[in-house]
């Protein structure tokens, strides 16, 4: 993996969109709106896929911003960090939030995820259902976010796509 320091895109100062999708060209939606896993997807343009945690920790509500709209309220929340490599190059800047209360029973290991992309843990439950996606663009940049439930309880996947991911 490269060894570089890339900041965070811009998530906070985004308007999410779920009507926006007859906007997008084809090419741009058949990335955004992908129903199935986006780990799955990059696979298909690259030898390797590589996650590398960039925080990983409980927080308060207070320091959730816009995304405590699209979660129930809880005491804390776990967030995951990461960027995304199709081989060496970072594609996806990823953060997840999930509501403590998500994390009980077998839900618990999404704490424990460490460099092991979160699609591959989500997309092997039968019990995974996506609510919506919602797209933007900020600073040249494509992102989706979507609400996803797991075994009917919630998480919120917010995914930037660098310039050098495949969508570009």
Same mark, same amino acid.
């Given at each position: 993996?490269?060894?570089?320091?890339?900041?965070?895109?811009?998530?906070?100062?985004?308007?999410?969109?779920?009507?926006?999708?007859?906007?997008?060209?084809?090419?741009?939606?058949?990335?955004?709106?992908?129903?199935?896993?986006?780990?799955?997807?990059?696979?298909?343009?690259?030898?390797?896929?590589?996650?590398?945690?960039?925080?990983?920790?409980?927080?308060?509500?207070?320091?959730?911003?816009?995304?405590?709209?699209?979660?129930?309220?809880?005491?804390?929340?776990?967030?995951?960090?990461?960027?995304?490599?199709?081989?060496?190059?970072?594609?996806?800047?990823?953060?997840? /939030?999930?509501?403590?209360?998500? %994390?009980? !029973?077998?839900?618990? @290991? $999404?704490?424990?995820? +460490?460099?092991?992309? *979160?699609?591959?843990?989500?997309?092997?439950?039968?019990?995974?259902?996506?609510?919506?996606?919602? /797209?933007?663009?900020?600073?040249? %940049?494509? !992102?989706?976010?979507? @609400? $996803?439930?797991?075994? +009917?309880?919630?998480? *919120?996947?917010?995914?930037?796509?660098?310039?050098?991911?495949?969508?570009?």
């Amino acid at each position: 993996m490269v060894n570089q320091t890339l900041s965070a895109p811009n998530w906070k100062d985004r308007n999410w969109d779920s009507s926006a999708a007859h906007l997008l060209t084809q090419s741009v939606s058949d990335w955004l709106l992908e129903e199935d896993s986006m780990t799955s997807r990059c696979e298909r343009y690259c030898q390797n896929v590589m996650v590398k945690p960039l925080f990983e920790g409980y927080v308060s509500f207070d320091l959730l911003g816009k995304e405590i709209s699209e979660l129930p309220i809880d005491t804390r929340y776990w967030i995951r960090e990461i960027l995304l490599f199709g081989d060496t190059m970072p594609w996806i800047w990823a953060r997840t /939030v999930v509501p403590e209360k998500t %994390l009980c !029973g077998p839900e618990q @290991r $999404l704490t424990a995820l +460490g460099d092991m992309p *979160l699609g591959r843990y989500l997309f092997s439950h039968a019990e995974l259902e996506r609510d919506y996606i919602q /797209v933007s663009l900020f600073d040249d %940049l494509w !992102g989706r976010r979507s @609400r $996803l439930c797991l075994s +009917g309880k919630p998480l *919120l996947l917010t995914e930037i796509f660098l310039p050098s991911a495949p969508l570009y």
